[in-house]
Nanobody, 120 residues
């Protein structure tokens, strides 16, 4: 059974740090591009960061560039999002996603999300 389970969310003051974790099971993590997405109340889902399956290259949204770092621990089937210098606008539910295509068939898995609240 394919699962992605996020953890590590919570409430922090502006300027603080959090590390989100995404535990995977039921599939081979290295074969998938892994992304972190977030959605704040009343806003559309936003892609925050992703790491490719092929060469480990990373992408960051401009809003988090220089503050967030995505990483993958293949041996332990984990993906992390280190979030530093948190801002109130980072408040959202954060979800991890695993995605790949094989011969035009899509494999798209989502976790349930973890809440991040940045407030003084």
């Amino acid at each position: 059974q394919v699962q992605l389970v996020e953890s590590g969310g919570g409430k922090k003051q502006p300027g603080g740090s959090l590390r989100l974790s995404c535990a995977s099971s039921g599939f081979t993590l290295d074969y998938y591009a892994i992304g972190w997405f977030r959605q704040a109340p009343g806003k559309e889902r936003e892609g925050v960061s992703c790491i490719s399956s092929s060469d480990g290259s990373t992408y960051y949204a401009d809003s988090v560039k220089g503050r967030f770092t995505i990483s993958r621990d293949s041996a332990n089937k984990m993906v992390y999002l280190q979030m530093n210098s948190l801002k109130p606008e980072d408040t959202a539910v954060y979800r991890c996603n695993a995605y790949r295509t094989i011969r035009d068939r899509e494999y798209d898995y989502w976790g349930q999300g973890t809440q991040v609240t940045v407030s003084s």
